[in-house]
């Protein structure tokens, strides 16, 4: 028994301690967020499977995110970052649609860019 509470003490330090590390490891950098660098590879990896411009009308509800002034609408209007955060599911659908939410850094990096005037840069 006594093996038991030490070998559940060491695992719990474990966790506690390599939650630590791996969190100062993996901070979210969004001091400089960029289209091109930061924001269009989120929408490529998460967006374009469905909004992308050979398939938007058909599969992404008309939504093209492929071509920044169709996507510039989307953030406009405020849909996208709704989208994304899952925020407003009774007027817009969570995305990605039947995908899991975007990681959080993702999210601080689209709602920094849009705050920032969503600037095609």
Not at 76 to 101: E, F, I, Q, T, Y
């Amino acid at each position: 028994m006594k093996y038991l509470k030490s070998l559940a003490v060491v695992l719990l330090s474990l966790v506690i301690f390599g939650r630590c590390k791996y969190d100062k490891l993996s901070t979210c950098d969004t001091s400089e967020v960029k289209y091109g660098t930061n924001i269009k590879p989120i929408l490529q990896n998460n967006c374009y499977t469905c909004h992308a411009q050979s398939n938007h009308v058909a599969d992404g509800g008309g939504y093209n995110l492929e071509v920044f002034d169709s996507l510039k609408k989307f953030v406009d209007d405020g849909r996208l970052l709704k989208a994304v955060n899952w925020s407003d599911p009774s007027n817009v659908s969570a995305m990605p649609k039947g995908g899991a939410k975007l990681p959080e850094c993702d999210l601080s990096k689209i709602e920094k860019w849009i705050t920032a005037g969503a600037p095609e840069n």
